[in-house]
């Protein structure tokens, strides 16, 4: 089965004030299709982690491949446009534009890339929406929706360049549990009929334990 992301011996240190190595020799991939929850203690190094496996920082030691390309060493601007095109993110606060309709907002990292036409970015939106049965509410702006709709359109936002992987960081964390409910059904589908990869930061066991697979890490090491 090929591998939608695989880490090879990653090390972080924090320089100042003193040296700190945050990660050590983290190895682990990420089978396509395939739904990880990364868990452990506050301070373990998991959001650090996320950040270095989703491109967004490159000060490490280590190689990062992505659908078996090696991405570690890039220049910034390729890493801008592999994390545009290949990285969906869902965050604990879905970072909508509150100025722009839910529709508008899904659109922005298509516009982004510029692959494909206004109306083809449209209509693709517009899929995403359908696809997480939120469309009906694709004209209202979104500061006019509920917690649990704007959650929703992030991960429809995540999905619009059709992407490797999607990371998301605590995305339930600001929910209640039948919303958390909703997002984790949302994905568990994506993995299972679109053969997206998943990989969540996540303090919530409940979710953790209907994943695939639970990463545990502890002191900055992968633990199990």
Sequence with gaps: MSKALQAIN?????????????????SLDIDQGEFVSIMGKSGCGKSTLLYILSTMDTDYEGELYL???LITGQTSDQLARIRNEKIGFVFQFHYLLAEFTVLENVM???KKLGRKSKEEIEHDAMTKLKLLGIDEQALKLSSRI?????????IARSLINDPVIIMGDEPTGNLDSKNADN???????????????LLVVTHDQDFADRTD????MGDGKILS
């Design 10 to 26: 990653i090390n972080k240190h924090f320089r100042k004030p003193v040296d700190f190595h945050v990660l050590k020799d983290i």
């Design 67 to 69: 659908n078996d390309k």
């Design 108 to 110: 922005l990292p298509a």
């Design 146 to 154: 509920s917690g649990g709709q704007k959650q929703r359109v992030a």
């Design 183 to 197: 997002v984790f059904d949302i994905f568990k589908d994506l993995t299972r009929d679109n053969g997206l990869s």
């Design 213 to 216: 697979r639970i990463i545990t």
